[in-house]
C-alpha cells in the first residue's frame, strides 16, 4: 500500500474528527487492524512505532476494507457509519472532503 494512501486517510479523519476509520490490511501475508484518528494511526493488532516518520501503513500493505465508525470509538460496541468500504468506495468520500 503506498504511504500516500495512509496520509490520505489521516487527513480525512483531521477533516471528519467525528469519525474513526478502521482500516484492515493484509502486512506480509498476516492480517492487521489499523485505527486512524483525528490525523493518527495506530495498529490494533501489533506494536505501532514511537517514530511518526515510520508509516503504519508500509507500502507493501494489501488493503482489504476500511470501516468508518462513529467516534468515540469503543471496540466493545462500534457504532458503525459504513462497513467493508474498498479503496475505490473510500476514494469518493477523499473527494468530498478534499484530500
Given at each position: 500500500m503506498n504511504n500516500s494512501i495512509?496520509?490520505?486517510?489521516?487527513?480525512y479523519t483531521i477533516k471528519r474528527?467525528?469519525?474513526?476509520?478502521?482500516?484492515?490490511?493484509?502486512?506480509?501475508g498476516e492480517e492487521d487492524q489499523i485505527a486512524i484518528f483525528k490525523g493518527f494511526s495506530s495498529s490494533l493488532m501489533r506494536p505501532t512505532c514511537f517514530d511518526p516518520d515510520v508509516p503504519v501503513l508500509p507500502e507493501e500493505?494489501?488493503?482489504?476494507?476500511i470501516d468508518r465508525?462513529?467516534?468515540p470509538y469503543n471496540p466493545?460496541?462500534?457504532?458503525?457509519?459504513?462497513q467493508g468500504l474498498t479503496w475505490e468506495?473510500?476514494?469518493v468520500l477523499l473527494a468530498q472532503v478534499g484530500v
Open positions: 495512509g496520509k490520505r486517510l489521516e487527513q474528527p467525528q469519525e474513526v476509520l478502521l482500516v484492515t490490511v493484509a502486512i506480509a500493505a494489501k488493503l482489504l476494507k465508525v462513529a467516534s466493545e460496541a462500534p457504532r458503525y457509519i459504513q468506495d473510500m476514494q
